[in-house]
């Protein structure tokens, strides 16, 4: 598979507490339609451990990532993100990104440490509620909340921590992961286990397209 843009790595931000849950079908899907996902910790050989209790090797420590090497950055919700800024150089990278216009996609606590790294003031996101964001210093970007499973604004996704399944749809639609009525079917299956989805995915699936 060749080196374009949008198959360069997508990196997984891995840390002590991380919500093993929130980023499972997005990476699972993710892996399975060829895409290589790595993990990133505060250093390659300092393993984490979950919110679940599954420990986890990173493949590269955060001050090696760069945006140019990657096609995505995901957030991980964690409890760190509630209990103090130990997790502030994660959202510090996710401002490297959207400013070299490579995506990240932030889910549940992640959510509170790109607002209080300014990140959401001047972009369309949601998280959990409005006022666990309208709780964090520094947050200017009520007037940009939106009431919704998960929201793309340009190169941020945003979830709260009950949608794991419309945080990856909205990864897989950036990243064009599947086409549109076959990405309509995934989620129609994984979020509302609508039966009709089935002979559309297993179409796709003999085209190579799933």
């Known amino acids: 598979m060749s080196e374009t843009a949008a198959h360069k790595p997508v990196h997984l931000a891995v840390y002590d507490t991380y919500a093993d849950w929130e980023t499972g079908h997005t990476t699972a899907h993710l892996t399975q339609r060829g895409h290589v996902v790595r993990t990133v910790g505060f250093a390659a050989e300092a393993p984490v451990t ?39 150089p994660f959202a510090a990278k996710a401002r490297e990104f959207l400013a070299a216009g490579v995506p990240v996609a932030a889910i549940c606590g992640a959510t509170a440490g790109l607002a209080r790294e300014g990140l959401l003031d001047d972009r369309a996101h949601t998280s959990g509620v409005s006022f666990y964001l309208a709780e964090q210093p520094g947050y200017g970007g009520a007037e940009n909340y939106v009431e919704a499973d998960a929201v793309t604004d340009g190169d941020l996704i945003t979830a709260g921590p009950t949608e794991p399944v419309a945080f990856a749809r909205e990864v897989f639609a950036r990243l064009g992961v599947y086409k549109p009525d076959v990405l309509d079917a995934w989620y129609g299956l994984f979020h509302d286990s609508d039966e009709s989805a089935y002979p559309v995915l297993m179409a796709a699936s003999a085209a190579g397209d799933a």
Not at 54 to 64: K, T
Not at 72 to 85: F, K, Q, V, Y
Request: zero cysteines; hydrophobic letters at 40%.
């Open 50 to 88: 979950t919110m679940g209790g599954i420990r986890i090797q990173p493949d590269l420590g955060l001050a090696d990532l760069r945006p140019e090497d990657s096609s995505l950055l995901i957030l991980t919700g964690a409890s760190l993100w509630d209990t103090g800024d130990e997790l502030a």
